[in-house]
Structure formats: structure tokens, C-alpha cells
């Protein structure tokens, strides 16, 4: 059983999925920790009533001082025996020295078809962009941001009417099924990283196929 830190700045759904999959009998892995930067997040109270541990450690008084707020969670972290850590919505960058420390070890999910519109925006870059599928990516964090060995990638189709609204809650419903598989297979020992590139023991289907628009 591996123990994993879910890191939150928000909302936490991610999070939320990723308690609920670790519930279920033999799921690899153990949630055991949830650290949010800001006391506000209202994740944190839907962990707490899973049960989770949950720990505050803001990083606005640390401003700039990334490497400051860094020795706190990796204290926190030690503390707690993390071996494994999810980001999930959570806003802080990192120094490349604590990003290098837990390479191979630290996924993150972003909603978008990586290396596609990563950043911020990433729902109203793919509508701009007119592109007809988008979805969401599981990957290794790496010190550049939303990029780094991919894992996992969800595809949903997107419509002539979605707004970034509309398009970011169906990317949501693919995000909460990606990252816990995603977990699973990290915490299995499935997935190898070879360069930029993973592979893993898991497989795909020939019927894994998504069109759009359908034309009927
Ligand atoms: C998700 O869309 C995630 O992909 C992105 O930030 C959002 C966080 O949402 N990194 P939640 O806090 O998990 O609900």
C-alpha cells in the first residue's frame, strides 16, 4: 500500500475522486494526507469528512520564497511517510530541486490534451482553437508547467455550442476517471518513464476509438 499526499488550492473534486477510489477494497494505494496552501479551500472539509488527515500550510507569507513554503511540506511530508504525491488544482509552482526530488513520484491532471494548451485557459484555448476532442492528461511533473511524461489522457468530444464552462464540465467527468486509474497503475509499479515517454502495464482497446462531431 503506497501512502499518497493529494495537494489542493480549491475546489478539490479531483481530490474527492481520488479518496473515493482508495476506498474501495484493493486499491493499491492509501490517501493519507491532504495539503491545501490556502485555509479556504473547500476541499478540505470534504476530506475531512472522509476521514483523511488533512494540513494547512499557507503559501502567501511566503511570497516569492518558494524553497520557504517547500521545506514546510517536505517536513510534512516526511513526517507523514509520503511516498507518493497527486496534485490536484493546486496553484503554487515549484523549485526545480523539490520537483526534481519527487520525479517519478508526483503526478498532476490537467484539462487539456497535453502538449496542447497547457497554462492557464486551457478550455478556451481548445474553443479557439476549433478542435473537435479535447480532454484531460495525467502526467509526471517535471519543473516545466503542465508538461512532463504523460500517463493517462481522457478524450471527450466538444460541441458547437460549449462555452469554457460547459466544455471544463465535461473534461471534469473524464478528469475523475483518469486520475484514479492513473494512481492505480503508478502505485502498482505500471508505468516505466523512458526519456519524455512512459510506458505501462496496462493496454489499449480497439474499440478505445472517439469521433467527432457524429454525423448521423
Ligand atoms: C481541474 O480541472 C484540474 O485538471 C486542474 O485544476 C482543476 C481542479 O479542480 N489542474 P478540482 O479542484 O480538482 O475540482
Redesign the pocket.
Known sequence: MRRVAIL??????????LIEAAAAEGFPADISLVISNRADAP?LAHAQASGIETLVIESKPFGKDRAGFEKLLQAALDEHRIELIC????MRLFTAEFVRHWYGRML????SLLPSFPGLDPHGQALRAGVKISG?TVHFVIPETDAGPIVMQGAVPVANDDTPDTL?AR??GV?HRIYPQALRLLATGGIRIAGDVTTNSAGVSADDSLVAPTVI
Not at 8 to 17: E, K, L, P, T, Y
Not at 108 to 111: D, V
Open positions: 489542493i488550492s480549491g475546489r478539490g473534486s479531483n481530490m474527492s475522486a476541499g496534485l490536484a488544482g493546486f498532476n491532471i490537467h484539462p484531460a471544463a473534461v471534469l478528469e
